[in-house]
């Protein structure tokens, strides 16, 4: 049933949402179509979306299989802590400039697959 990988992967659908509708007003404001034009505005939230669709699948996944192969509950809640924290902290930091906040979300993102990566090999 992975009921912990479920509800992360719920979270995550609904964050990407949100992060795409974000991408689509942002075109409107800027009247861009394709791509990002010169807009910094829209350039940043394209990169805000665009990293969270190349981490966050693979760490479901990372999630999900260790789950199935019967990490205990401390792994699958670090693993997805993590990502939540991460996920967080990058796009706030991003919005409003603030290196730390962005290192945090990149290390809480990092972090999630490397307790991931250990949790199917050691949990």
Known sequence: MLPITTIL?????????ALSVSVSLAR??????LGMGDDPYLMRRIRIQGNFIEYVP???????LAEFRGAGDAWLLAIAALLVIGRISHPVGMLLGST?????GMLGTYGSLLV????????
Do not use: E, Y
């Open 100 to 104: 730390p906040l962005r290192a945090l």
């Open 28 to 33: 409107m404001k800027a009247g861009v179509n």
């Open 9 to 17: 992967a719920s979270i995550a659908a609904i964050a990407l949402v």
């Open 58 to 64: 693979l760490a479901v996944v990372v999630c999900g």
């Open 116 to 123: 991931g990566a250990a949790a199917l090999t050691f949990g």
